[in-house]
């Protein structure tokens, strides 16, 4: 049985955003669990989202933005506060999305008064018990929920797990991938192999949030040299990045000392593949994953 996603957000705001999110986590082969299943409202009925939440749900999505929700009668928290709390007595992962208040949002989706003082006091126990990870446009929303939930159940998938006074030898015993008596050459023999074959060239990539239509990050990708900066021996790479990118071969060259690259902007992860030429016509491939895990070492792209 697919494990079940709950999103839980205001609805009229974040309408736009709760549709992409959704489609993310269907991609992942999960099932969202949505207000929209109690028929697209704000009021939708407490009782049964609360119960869902303790019962049924796998995983839960806290999505906010400028507006506190819907208070029903005779109470003094909105449905969606009451959701989290709900969420926060299970022990369910919890992954928390804060909009960006830089971020330029449509004024009548914006709270003041009495909602706006008790969103305050929300957020703020919001960032007092969780990492929250800001958000602009649904995009970049929606690859941040994407990536969290893949690691979330990564981690918590029902792994062999090793450690907790496993003497070594067991642990490499039970892995059979190497050499009981000697591991640590056999791993320094692998690692000075790798540095040989690809002359010590390896490709590295740093993203920042995208300005484009409908990407996520601008990209870039590039030769980094161990130990050096010299790439005077390379006469030039070759980057291929797949049939998004219409299977063209992008062409680079040292211009400035130091960098061969190309930069791009993409909606999700992808795959480079990359052929380095040397001035002696000898060639090695290389290969970097382009994830969003990045942005957490490039804030000053925001």
């Known amino acids: 049985m697919n494990k079940k996603v709950f999103i839980s957000s205001t609805f009229r705001d974040l309408e736009d955003y709760r549709i992409t999110v959704q489609n993310g986590i269907r991609q992942l082969g ?4 949505s207000m929209e299943n109690f028929g697209a409202r ?8 609360l119960r869902i939440i303790k019962e049924e749900s796998d995983y839960f999505v806290g999505i906010y933005a400028h507006r506190y929700g819907f208070i029903p009668q005779g109470d003094d928290l909105s449905i969606t506060q009451s ?14 999305y804060v ?16 909602d706006k003082i008790r969103l305050q006091a929300f957020k703020k126990e919001l960032f007092s018990k969780h990492i929250c990870k800001p958000f602009s446009n649904k995009d970049n929303l929606t690859a941040s929920v994407v990536a969290d ?15 907790n006074n496993i003497p070594v030898r067991d642990i490499i015993s039970v892995s059979e991938k190497i050499p009981l008596s000697k591991p640590i ?34 990209v870039f990708i590039y030769l980094v040299r161990h130990k050096s900066e010299d790439f005077s021996d390379v006469k030039f790479a070759e ?20 960098f061969i690259g190309i930069s791009t902007s993409a909606y999700g992860t992808f795959l480079c593949t990359c052929k380095v030429t040397f001035t002696d016509n ?3 491939e290389i290969h970097r994953y382009i994830d969003f895990e990045a942005e957490r070492m490039n804030n000053s792209g925001k």
Not at 42 to 49: F, G, I, M, S, W
């Open 30 to 33: 999960l099932q969202d669990i």
């Open 42 to 49: 704000d009021e939708r009925p407490k009782n049964e989202c």
């Open 83 to 96: 959701e989290y709390l709900a969420a926060a007595g299970t022990k369910i992962p919890k992954l928390i």
């Open 99 to 114: 909009i960006d208040d830089d971020y330029p949002f449509p004024p009548k989706y914006i709270d003041d008064g009495a």
């Open 149 to 163: 939930l893949g690691r979330t159940i990564s981690i918590n998938n029902s792994y062999n797990h090793v450690g």
């Open 185 to 218: 050459e056999y791993w320094n023999d692998a690692r000075n192999r790798v540095y040989s074959e690809s002359r010590g060239i390896f490709l590295a990539h740093v993203i920042r949030p995208s300005n484009e239509d409908g990407q996520v990050y601008d």
């Open 239 to 258: 980057f291929f990045l797949g049939p998004y990118w219409n299977n063209i071969i992008f062409e680079a060259v040292e211009e400035t000392k130091g």
């Open 282 to 284: 000898s060639q090695i």
